[in-house]
């Protein structure tokens, strides 16, 4: 009999266990399966017209936020600006508690937490800086147990060279019985940090195990680099920044990773350097190989993976299968099955133009998938070019000097023109895809000019200050050469910036970055002296002090320029941002729609255009896709059969984050973080919910 109520009572909780997965959204994206899905179905196509504001938090530090929050027994956890951990009552939006262990300046953005119990022991976990911390779920308190008083390094199994090197994490980890698995971003140039998967015990913040991304000898893989790349210091990246997908079942964790370091120049790490833009499955309770897939050989674009792989399930050949489906910046869709990483649809491995650079050599081909169909435009044509530009012959002058085409590689003194552009395609805000096997995702649909210098010769560089030569090694490729910065893609002006901000607040910010400008922890207090004498146009002029890191291949990067008109709109014709479902079963699409719109050119005719958009959809069983995402700061519901919108209201300020939609007392709420201050839209500092009258 006893025994009898112990299976009762196990089916009690089960069934208790799965209706909370129902009406919470527990996990990053929704799940470990990373879909973005939701079965709750109270708002639907046909009252989805009636929601109303339920709340806002104000969370105080406005700036960029990217955080899909988590929702768990009636307490919403998410970030603010700053990088503070906060729990709200998830249906009054009042504040639990808040935790400031970040500081009072934003670190870097971050794109959530992780929650993880054992019947009283509830934990928050979440990074910051360099850091991992863990805090007590009910009080925010850090946890001291956790490693050293709440907290353990991410630098802890990148090696030693790793520790005067950027290294942070902006997307939650990935959660596996007392595992967490930790992605991290580290640098993009020369001496960037090597970006080794690793995984922390939840209880300890003892490192359990460590996957190297570039192999060590004996390791599969090595023989795809130089024999030295693993302890090269020039040579780094090839990290899992955007977070991954676990299927807890098999135990087996998909990795998706980025491009090795230096991003543009491959001379020093010949060959097809795995695995750098991997689909990686490891066993998530050991990191054990098992299988790969390499999207881009020897990648020269930074075309890092730049979302979490989707685990689904689609009818093909008469037969159910789990799969494996990775959106990607060229707009591909890889999909796999899941346990082998056979691809369900043909690949083709297809030849592309050789570099023209000295010492380089790129590899001959790149696979591109036969279905699913991309979700973007491959090329752009003269035609192409901006109808309503009012510099169209300037832009023509322009398209016709740059190098084009897919997989081409950059050259010297030369702009290549990158297609989709450097963020995509898709980004980090990933897909959703619903039960049937539907896919939806949205993309942008811009054009970027990349090009590479010759880096001066070392007596060259000595004819320049330090502090100039610093800022070329570490500033220029995002402010540019002139200081003027890029506006419209986020970079802003430097110039005059000794009437605008204090030295010590400039100091403060090489070293701790913000939003998506990391801190350059590895330059010297000296060197930091010399780039704000430079930039205060008080610069000894003298040469590079002895040991100065400055650029050491030879080639530097112009930096990340958007193909823009003279009014900052994008040059080529709209579409400017997509949001397409694509039926997997198949690989085709169902539809494709316009994302977002600049309301000035739609009052000219010329709308809807679509704009540039970060964050991802959610899809929901009841027929809805909701995504805030676009310049434009307004929130939307699309029919997910039809494409067809539904509903649409202005936020407080643009939602660069993927929504998410719980329920509470047997209402459904949708809420999405409204931070702005990307695409140079106004700042906020809110989260926003919805509800049905």
Known sequence: MIARYVILAAIFLSCCRQAEKKTSWAEYL??????????????????????????EYHAGDSGQVQCNPIIIDSVLY?????????????????????????????????????????GDDKRILFAYADWLAAVDARTGTLIPSFGDSGKVSLKTGLGADAADKYVCSTTPGTLFNDLIIMPVRVGEGEGAAD?????????????????????????????????????????????SWPGMSIDRERGIVFVPTGSPAFDFYGGERKGQNLFANCVLALKAATGEYLWH?????????????????????????????????QITKSGYIFLFDRETGTPLYPVEERPFPASTLAGEETWPTQPVPVLPKPFTRQNITEKDISPFAENKEELLRIYHDAQKGTFRPLALNKMTILFPGADGGAEWGGAAVDPEGILYVNSNEMAWLLGLVNTPASGAQQQLSQGNVLYNTYCTSCHSGDRKGNPNSGYPSLEHIKQRMPREQVAKLIMSGKGMMPGFTNISAIERQAIIDFLFDEEKTEAPAKGSTIARGPYQFTGYNK???????????????????????????????TLGDFSELSAKGNGPTGTENYGGPVVTAGGLLFIAATKDGMFRAFDKRT?????????????????ATY????????????????LGAEKGDSYVAFVLP
């Open 663 to 678: 329920e509470w007392k047997g209402k459904q709420y949708v809420v999405v973080a409204c931070g702005g201050t990307k």
């Open 293 to 325: 897939f390499q999207t881009v050989h020897h990648d020269v674009w930074d075309r890092d993976l730049p979302a979490p792989p989707n685990l689904v399930t689609i009818h093909k050949d008469g037969k159910r299968t789990d799969a494996v489906a």
């Open 643 to 659: 494409g067809k919108l539904c509903w649409e209201t202005k936020l407080p300020a643009a939602g660069f984050a993927t929504p």
């Open 30 to 55: 929704g799940g470990p399966d990373r879909n973005h899905y939701s079965s709750l179905d109270q708002i639907n196509t046909t009252n989805v017209g009636q929601l109303r504001i339920a709340w």
């Open 563 to 593: 193909f823009l008109d003279s009014k900052g709109y994008p040059a080529i014709s709209p579409p400017w941002g997509m949001l397409t479902a694509i039926d997997l079963n198949t690989g085709q699409h169902l539809w494709q729609q």
């Open 195 to 239: 970006g080794h998967v690793q995984a922390f015990n939840v209880r300890t913040g003892k490192l359990a195990w460590v996957f190297h991304t570039i192999p060590q000898p004996g390791e599969k893989g090595y023989e795809t680099w130089p024999a030295n790349a693993y302890r090269d210091d020039n040579i780094g990246g090839v990290n």
């Open 78 to 118: 998410g970030v603010t600006a700053y990088n503070h951990v906060f729990a709200l009552h998830a249906g009054t939006g009042k504040e639990i508690w808040r935790n400031r262990a970040s500081g009072e300046g934003a670190k870097n953005v971050n794109r959530g937490v992780t929650y993880w119990e054992d």
